[in-house]
């Protein structure tokens, strides 16, 4: 039987728990309703008081918040302090429809708080109650998309929730934002990165005492455990979560750590227990009117029944479980649903509703496969790669007229020389006719001509010396910023580097560094331009990288600030928005003692060739420098090693090298081929392969661009 055994808890930012008695909290709440308030005091009362009553009863904390609304319709108040509290209760009316199942109007409520919080931060932007609250907003908003299973539109909003928060130090409500994309990550079945989150959320609620968050985080470890199949782990963490619950009373929490302790139970194949688990979550989820907790219970109930052979039970319950999630719109759960409904029917020998189920399983599982947000996510990168190519071509276009006319100047030089020279032929001639005589005073001025040429030819094989040496020079102290041999050696077991500049100096660069976390960053860069210009591009860029290493250790954080340390000092180059110089870039920081790799990328792939596999980590679409998304803050991804990997990184010197039997582009897909067949090569012997690769590809055409690339084997 095919069971979703883990329910994640999504840490509802504007849910959060409280370390005092809750009755005793409302009681309070209600007695000062009792009191003669103002309109605005008592609209701030109802709102805390529906925020404690929905731990027990969603249809009154519901109400609440409707009397609440009311009193705001009729308040005599100035406008942004109208906007702030209609914000605040639609907040509280987003979260009742949300914990109700009704996601449609759940949205429609945390986009119209969204609407109203901007309008006042664009009359007060200094606002940071309303900053936070909006920040609150835009996670909830991905929490919605979560329970709809669009997870690439949740994980949006939970990282632009999570740009925000980090921006303003607000640890706890940072902690339930990590727990919410490391939630979306379980879904995509990818534990490390969810252990990554969830760890990052258990330590900051450790650090606030928030019983809370660190409640919803044990909980979620312990269901990836489970997954994982780990059980003695689940059960550990789930045990702690559901103990943590009950001494705060939150019947929610005690249902969703019930129910994952109930899923691990049924894993384990102790299906007594695993009933008695679900069922008291499912009396808790009823009580409470959460239609979600229940439709989950009403189904694993039923396959654990499937299981004991108790089919009529099963039955009824995953027919229960179906119209349920029906109703909720919960698209995923409905396909699971259906398959296991149409699996009972194959074991009851119930031929004609088994097909009946399975068709519609196979329908429900093709639309969510088929879902919009791919679609959207191929049109953003198509939308890309177009702008990009269009902005290469316009610059391509520029340089070609610059080009063209600098050679219309020279045109007019030689011209004017031509005709000058051809009037001092007829004047010489003139006065050779007519002066004869002088000729040897003539001579003597030619060979007085003569030695001004050689003296200036002399002149000229100087400053061209000059210039070489100052050139050669310029090289050996940008080859001093570069990762040194001594460096590399002493941190990689087998690697090569290919750093194969188009001039003597170049604007691609490799830098690297020992962290005191005892990691070690690795840096493959392209700086805009090359030769002259590109070197003195990678200084700038290796000393802002050297600075922020100095207060960061995460490769995302080190490229913010190295981003933010060029922006700075490109503004005094005169022009009125400063320079657009940068570079494109990835950053890797290889943990050796746990086999992990971490990185964050700038328009530069980082790729593994794992046996005969290439996978390939796409980078963020945007430099580090100044760029129309330069307030977006870099990615960070995490990558389990295995031995023998070998990691690589490059600039795009190489892939856009021209040459070949037609004169194009070598191109990345017959890099990536060329690396999957020497994969298995010494590093050293891989580093010639790629060189004569590159060289044969080339053969009498013009290097285009600096080349680097890297690879280091596990």
């Not at 409905?334 to 009946?356: F, H, M, Q």
């Not at 990678?538 to 080190?558: F, G, M, V």
């Not at 582009?665 to 004569?692: C, D, G, N």
């Amino acid at each position: 039987m095919k069971k979703r055994i883990s329910l994640f808890t999504i840490a509802f930012l504007l849910s959060a728990g409280v370390s005092f008695s809750q009755s005793a909290k409302i009681d309070s709440l209600k007695t000062r309703l009792s009191q003669n308030l103002h309109d605005t005091e008592r609209v701030k009362t109802l709102v805390k008081l529906s925020i404690y009553v929905e731990k027990t009863n969603l249809d009154t904390a519901f109400m609440i918040a409707n009397q609440a609304l009311a009193i705001i319709k009729k308040c005599k108040v100035d406008e942004i302090n109208l906007k702030k509290f209609t914000a605040s209760v639609y907040a509280k009316l987003g979260n009742n429809y949300f914990l109700k199942g009704d996601f449609s109007n759940a949205l429609k409520y945390f986009k119209d708080q969204k609407k109203l919080n901007e309008e006042i931060l664009k009359v007060q932007p200094q606002r940071a109650d309303v900053a936070k609250s909006n920040a609150m907003c835009i996670s909830n908003i991905g929490n919605v998309f979560y329970r709809q299973a669009d997870y690439p539109n949740a994980l949006d909003y939970y990282f632009r929730s999570l740009k925000y928060l980090e921006e303003s130090n607000d640890k706890s409500a940072t902690s339930s934002c990590f727990m919410n994309i490391g939630i979306v990550y379980s879904i995509l079945e990818d534990y490390p990165k969810a252990l990554h989150y969830y760890f990052k959320a258990e330590k900051i609620a450790e650090e606030l005492g928030r019983k809370k968050t660190l409640m919803l985080t044990k909980s979620n470890i312990g269901s990836i455990y489970n997954s994982m199949q780990n059980y003695p782990k689940a059960l550990d963490y789930l045990s702690s979560s559901l103990k943590i619950a009950e001494e705060m009373g939150d019947k929610q929490s005690m249902g969703s750590a019930l129910y994952n302790i109930g899923s691990t139970y049924d894993a384990m194949e102790e299906y007594a227990k695993a009933l008695d688990h679900y069922s008291r979550s499912l009396k808790l989820a009823e009580e409470m009117g959460d239609q979600m907790s229940a439709a989950f219970n009403l189904s694993n109930i039923g396959t654990a029944y499937t299981d004991l052979k108790k089919y009529k039970e099963a039955e009824v319950y995953l027919l229960r479980a179906l119209a349920l999630d029906s109703a909720l719109g919960a698209f995923e759960r409905t396909k699971d649903d259906e398959k296991n409904l149409s699996d009972l029917y194959v074991i009851t020998n119930r031929p004609g509703l088994a097909l009946s189920h399975y068709k519609k399983y196979i329908v429900a599982r093709d639309s969510i496969n088929n879902d919009e947000a791919q679609k959207k996510m191929a049109r953003t990168e198509i939308n890309y790669e177009y702008e990009k190519k269009e902005v290469k071509a316009k610059a391509e276009q520029e340089k070609k007229d610059a080009i063209a006319n600098e050679e219309k100047q020279k045109q007019k030089i030689i011209l004017w020389s031509v005709l000058g020279g051809l009037l001092l032929v007829i004047v010489f001639a003139i006065v050779m006719v007519q002066r004869f005589r002088v000729t040897q005073q003539q001579k003597k001025v030619i060979e007085a001509q003569k030695k001004i040429t050689d003296e200036q030819k002399h002149q000229i094989e100087e400053k061209h010396k000059e210039i070489t040496d100052s050139i050669n020079y310029a090289e050996r102290i940008q080859r001093s910023f570069l990762a040194t041999k001594e460096l590399l050696d002493e941190n990689l077991n087998d690697y090569f580097v290919l750093f194969q500049p188009k001039d003597v100096v170049s604007g691609d660069f490799y830098w690297a560094s020992k962290m005191h976390n005892d990691q070690f960053i690795l840096a493959t860069a392209d700086s805009t331009g090359h030769g002259v210009p590109g070197a003195i591009m990678s200084l700038l860029n290796i000393t802002s990288l050297e600075k922020a290493i100095e207060q960061h250790i995460e490769p995302a954080l080190i490229l913010n600030a190295t981003r933010k340390t060029i922006i700075e000092r490109l503004k005094k180059d005169g022009s009125p928005d400063g320079g657009k110089d940068g570079m494109d870039c990835s950053l890797i920081s290889l943990d050796f003692k746990n086999n992990m790799l971490t990185y964050a990328a700038a328009n530069n792939p980082v790729w593994i060739v794992r046996g005969q596999e290439l996978l390939e980590f796409s980078p963020d679409k945007m430099p580090v420098g100044k760029h129309d998304k330069d307030g977006t803050a870099f990615t960070q991804h995490t990558i389990t090693l295995q031995k023998n990997d070998v990691v690589y990184t490059l600039t795009d010197g190489l892939p856009d090298q021209f040459g070949g039997p037609k004169g194009k582009k070598f191109m990345y897909k017959r890099l990536k081929e060329l690396l999957i067949s020497i994969t298995h090569l010494p590093m050293v012997e891989q580093k010639e392969q790629l060189a004569m690769a590159l060289n044969e590809w080339k053969g009498d055409l013009e290097q285009v661009d600096d080349v680097c690339v890297i690879g280091v084997r596990i």
